[in-house]
T-cell receptor, first 114, second 112 residues
Framework: DTGVSQDPRHKITKRGQNVTFRCDPI?????LYWYRQTLGQGPEFLTY????????KSRLLSDRFSAERPKGSFSTLEIQRTEQGDSAMYLC????????????FGPGTRLTVT | SQKIEQNSEALNIQEGKTATLTCNYT??????LQWYRQDPGRGPVFLLL?????KEKRKERLKVTFDTTLKQSLFHITASQPADSATYLC???????????FGSGTRLLVRP
């Protein structure tokens, strides 16, 4: 158990609706990452935070996606006007320290857009 | 173009044998490389990290090598067990960012 939790675990929504996912890392995770994974593929980077600052965002990320980490603890990922192509597993990961590169993943949120 | 390639076909081996998984990359200069295990419906689990100036790393039954000239990493599981059956992902990390760039993974099946 990595200590990283995600909520909800599953979400089914209709095309055009907005969805929000939450990630709770452990307190030592000063960096927090969001990835997206589709079947048969590896996780694809979306964005990451150092404490509350969003330091990097994928250039492939549509402006329908937004993420926050308001107090440097939990994080939310919102997708507006969902499309069927957004169906995927959304993974959150945390890591600690300036020289620590391994990442500790949560169980993911599976999104299905109908 | 930049690519990370892992065997897309499943690796099927007998219990007790050594499993060897390959990760090749093109047009990247990673500062380090990581290997993760992923079971169906779950998040990846960190296994090993190897830096660009290291040739080999070991942890229990696991061994990883990193050849920056060949642009390749090999991941070995010795004395494999059915419980080792999972998908194994390699991921590249760069000096300029903490994000990871993952390959698509190789599924390992260990037969009893």
């Amino acid at each position: 158990d990595t200590g990283v939790s995600q909520d909800p675990r599953h979400k089914i929504t209709k095309r055009g609706q907005n969805v929000t996912f939450r990630c709770d890392p452990i307190s030592e995770h000063n960096r927090l990452y969001w990835y997206r994974q589709t079947l048969g593929q590896g996780p694809e980077f979306l964005t990451y935070f150092q404490n509350e600052a969003q330091l990097e965002k994928s250039r492939l990320l549509s402006d329908r996606f937004s993420a926050e980490r308001p107090k440097g603890s939990f994080s939310t990922l919102e997708i507006q006007r969902t499309e069927q192509g957004d169906s995927a597993m959304y993974l959150c990961a945390g890591s600690t320290g300036a020289s620590s590169y391994e990442q500790y993943f949560g169980p993911g949120t599976r999104l299905t857009v109908t | 173009s930049q690519k990370i390639e892992q065997n897309s076909e499943a690796l099927n081996i007998q219990e007790g044998k050594t499993a060897t998984l390959t990760c090749n990359y093109t047009n990247y200069s990673p500062a380090y490389l990581q290997w993760y295990r992923q079971d169906p419906g779950r998040g990846p689990v960190f296994l090993l990290l190897i830096r660009e100036n290291e040739k080999e790393k070991r942890k229990e039954r696991l061994k990883v090598t990193f050849d920056t000239t060949l642009k390749q990493s090999l991941f070995h599981i010795t004395a494999s067990q059915p419980a080792d059956s999972a998908t194994y992902l390699c991921a590249l990390g760069m000096d300029s960012s903490y994000k990871l760039i993952f390959g698509s993974g190789t599924r390992l099946l260990v037969r009893p």
